[in-house]
């Protein structure tokens, strides 16, 4: 399916691509994605106690976007709008998934996979997947369909949800990996299975590897509470430890195997999402206990992959992102003691920014954003762009050598010129789960007026309310209850609201939401 088209003719009227020979194979794209990583936690934008030398020599080696931003606090609706190129707060049921709910991306839909696999690309997903799979009931036991490898995936190994949600099991082009059919996989979240233990008893919860701190008291697997009933499948379950090995493998596996023609992996990471229980190698690599030493080995996993380039002299070739699915999150279900260690290193996962996981402020949705692509990605730059990941399947259309049309019929802006050194969205939606919206400019960010009353005290800076206390709980009800307007190039804390001293600006970039939401939100999924 090789295309013998010339691309400096379909970058027609995009200079910035004209390096691009007619006879040159088009670039291999890798998605380097991380989970609840923030801004703040990767040594290039500026963490003094995360090594990240993979990370920091790609953002040295191309350019490092400090506007950057995944499109929802959270990791179904981003990770939704990546695929799509569609605002996930348009559609309803794309908030965070149970590990049983069905795909939620409708096979034959346009898709950042599917279309590159139309030009000829091998397109494959490693890691976390968090979109669903099935149609309704999933018989873990049978082959899974549809999964990723029907909305455009040529290849996939997942997890379904996330490490804190059964099935705690691989899933391979469709397949559990390793499954016993003598052991069936039964799973359930509505009710337990006979005997399992009650993780709300202090004796069980003595012999937790990592206890919860709230939620996770369902399924015990591998010493650790989760989300959800799992019964059998005993020779499928993962290992925590071993995980994030397995998936930098198969990641290298991939790319060596299509070394000879274009393709596109999708290297979801679960780092650091919770369960953070990792490979000791990294136990002890940072001052932050098991949430920082998660950040160094999704750096490792990054290295891997990038080195594996280099083995196959592909790198020259390779278009690079980096990014997260969303901000930072301390204690997020389990007693790792992120809260008190961060307290003590002083360290602020979220940068500058207020605000992280599940939050409407900065540190929510605005992450790390790295693209190298030789010849082409300014080196060493640092860019101010505006620049979303629901743009990316438009921007890997394009640099493929395809029409990115069926992606800005949606929400996809191109800025594949920001990737090299140009402009990038003029203004950028971001969300939660709870479809709160706000819009930003170059400059500006407004937030609507969310209806919640006033009371409590006065702001308390980054760090604590990262950090969720009922202070920083009390200060975010008050805020919510007017529109808010934040100069984000003197205030990016978001600490002044000067709503009252700019109506005209409330109002211009208001109308620009009023017109976006007008295209709909929250309509049913396509079915
Ligand atoms: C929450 C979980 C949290 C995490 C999150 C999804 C509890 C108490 N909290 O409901 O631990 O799993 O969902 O994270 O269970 S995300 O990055 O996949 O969006
Ligand atoms: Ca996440």
New binding site residues.
Partial sequence: MRRALPLVALFCGMSVFSAVGAEKRPPNIVLLYS??IGWGDLGCYGSKVIPTPNLDKLAAQGTRFTSGYCTSA???PSRYSLLTGEYAWRRQGTG?LPGDARLIIKPGRPTMAASLAKLGYATGVVGKW?LGLGAGVVDWNQKIEPSPNQIGFTYSFIMA??G??VPTVFVEDGSVVGLDPKDPIEVSYKAGYAGDPDLGSEAERAKLKMDWS???NMALVNGVGR?GWMKGGKAAVWEDETMGDTFAEKACAFIAHHKDKPFFLYYASHEN??PRVHHPRYTGRTPLGPRGDAVVAFDDQAGRILAELDKHGLAENTLVIYSS??GPVLD??YKDRAVELNRLAGHTPAGPFRGG?YSILEGGTRVGFIARWPGHTPVGKVSEALISQVDLPAVFARVAGGDPAEFLKLDSVDTSAALTGGAGRETLISSTQANVLAIRDARWKFIPATGAPPKGKQASGPLVDLLGSGEAQENDRREKASPRLFDLQTDPAELRNVAGEHPEIVERLNAVLLEQRARGVAQPLPS
């Fill in positions: 989970d609840d959270t990791c179904t965070v968090h949800a996330t804190d949600r709230h939620g996770h989300i999402h919770v699915d969303n997020d279900g996981k």
